[in-house]
C-alpha cells in the first residue's frame, strides 16, 4: 500500500529540529528565525563602524556616527553628524554616551581606554580614558612600528619580536605568558607542522600537540570564559581557500588552559568564505561570513552559531562586521550592514547585541 505523497512530507517535515544540520549542498535561501532562548538588542540611530570591543559583560565601546538631528527652524544651518567613541551601556535605558569626539580606535588594558584622534598633516594624538570619569589624559610615548616592533593589543603597547623567532611563525599569548611557534618561515606548504609553546625567556618549550597545515593561515582567538584559545584556518587567497574545501571540513584546534591541544573538524556549511571569522562562546562557536550575491544582497553571508557536531542555526543575515564575543562568553557584540553599496543612514549600520546564553536585558 503506498503512502500518501502529502503525508510523506508532513513526517519528514516533523522530523526535522529546530536548527539545521548539514547534508550534502549546505546552502540557506532565508534566514531562519531567533529561537529562544536568545536574546537581541538593537541600539537605534546610531551608524556603528568597524571597530567594536567590550569594556566588560555589560557595557560595549564602538567607533561610530550620531547623524545630526534634523533642523526644525527654517534656513537655519544643517547641524554636523557627531563622530568619535561611544559607550553603549545594555543595562541602562536611552542612547550611547560619546565618550571622545573623533576618537578613531580602541584598545582597552586594565579597564583604561586607549584611543587615538587624528590630527593636522597626518599627526596622531594618543589618549587613555580612565574609569570611572573617562576623562582623557595624553598617553604615555611608544616606539614606532617596524617590521620587528608590532602592536600588541592585549598590552595596548608595541612589543619587539624576539631575536630567536624572527624567522619563524609565531604568535604571542599575554595570559600565558608565552609565544605558540609554528615553525621556520618557508616557500613551500607545511602539513602536519607541530605546534611549541615556549615560556617568555624563551628558555623553556613544550609540545601543545597541535598539528597545523599550511601554519602561516591560521588566526587564534581567545576564549576568556574558560582561558584557552581558538586556532583555525584563514583563506587569505583562492589557493587556500581551495585546499580547505578540497578537505570538506575545518580543523579546529583548541589550546586548553595547560597549553594542551585538542582537534575539532567542523564540517563546510553556509558560513564558508575566504572572510569568515570563528569565535568561541559558552554556546558553540560563532561564524560570520560575507559571502554575498552578484546584486549585493546576502546571499549566505550573515553570523551562525554552530556546534562541533554541524548542527547551526543563523543569528543575522548580512555583512556582519567586527564580531566580538564579551568575556563571559555569552554575549555577541557586531554591527551589520544588510546590503552592499547602500546609503549608510542610522538605520543601515545598526549595534546589535545578542545574548546567547538566554539572559533577558
Known amino acids: 500500500m503506498k503512502r500518501p505523497r502529502s503525508l510523506l512530507l508532513l513526517l519528514l517535515l516533523l522530523a526535522v529540529p529546530a536548527g539545521c544540520r548539514l547534508g550534502r549542498d549546505p546552502r540557506l535561501e532565508a534566514p531562519l528565525p531567533l529561537q529562544a532562548p536568545f536574546y537581541k538588542k538593537r541600539l537605534p540611530n546610531v ?16 567607533v561610530g556616527v550620531l547623524p545630526a538631528a534634523p533642523s526644525v527652524r527654517a534656513g537655519a544651518a544643517a547641524a554636523e553628524p557627531i563622530r568619535g567613541l561611544f559607550l553603549w551601556e545594555l543595562s541602562k535605558p536611552g542612547p550611547a554616551r560619546l565618550l571622545l569626539r573623533d576618537g578613531d580606535s580602541i584598545c582597552v588594558h586594565g579597564g583604561d581606554i586607549h584611543t587615538t584622534v587624528a590630527m593636522a598633516q597626518g599627526r596622531i594624538r594618543r589618549l587613555v580614558l580612565r574609569q570611572p570619569q573617562f576623562k582623557p589624559e595624553a598617553a604615555a610615548p611608544r616606539p614606532d612600528l617596524d617590521s620587528f616592533r608590532h602592536f600588541d593589543p592585549s598590552r595596548c603597547n608595541t612589543r619587539t619580536t624576539p631575536e630567536p623567532l624572527r624567522d619563524r611563525y609565531w604568535h604571542w599569548l599575554p595570559e600565558a605568558d608565552g609565544y605558540l611557534d609554528y615553525g ?51 583563506y587569505p587567497n583562492l589557493s587556500v581557500e581551495k585546499y580547505w574545501t578540497k578537505l570538506g571540513k575545518l580543523r579546529i584546534w583548541r589550546l586548553n588552559s595547560s597549553l594542551s591541544g585538542t582537534a575539532t573538524d567542523i564540517p563546510m556549511g553556509p558560513w564558508h568564505h575566504r572572510d569568515m571569522v570563528i569565535l568561541p562562546s559558552k554556546r ?41 564575543i564579551s568575556s563571559n562568553g555569552c554575549r555577541l557584540a557586531y554591527s551589520y550592514q544588510f546590503r552592499l553599496g547602500a546609503e549608510i543612514t542610522a538605520d543601515s549600520n545598526p549595534l546589535v547585541v545578542v545574548d546567547l546564553c538566554g539572559n533577558k536585558f
Open 47 to 62: 551608524i556603528a563602524n568597524q571597530t567594536i570591543q567590550w569594556l566588560d559583560n555589560d557595557r560595549v565601546l564602538f
Open 184 to 234: 621556520r618561515q618557508q616557500i613551500q606548504p607545511q602539513l602536519n607542522q607541530p605546534v611549541y609553546f615556549w615560556d617568555a625567556a624563551l628558555r623553556r618549550q613544550r609540545d601543545t600537540g597541535i598539528r597545523l597545515d599550511l601554519p602561516l593561515y591560521h588566526r587564534v582567538e581567545r576564549s576568556a570564559f574558560d582561558n584557552s584559545y581558538l586556532i583555525y584556518p584563514v
Open 284 to 324: 558553540g562557536l560563532v561564524v560570520t561570513s560575507n559571502d554575498f550575491a552578484a546584486n549585493r544582497l546576502p546571499r549566505r553571508a550573515g553570523a551562525y552559531l554552530v556546534s562541533p557536531g554541524g548542527a547551526f542555526q543563523q543569528l543575522e543575515r548580512g555583512l556582519v562586521q567586527e564580531a566580538v
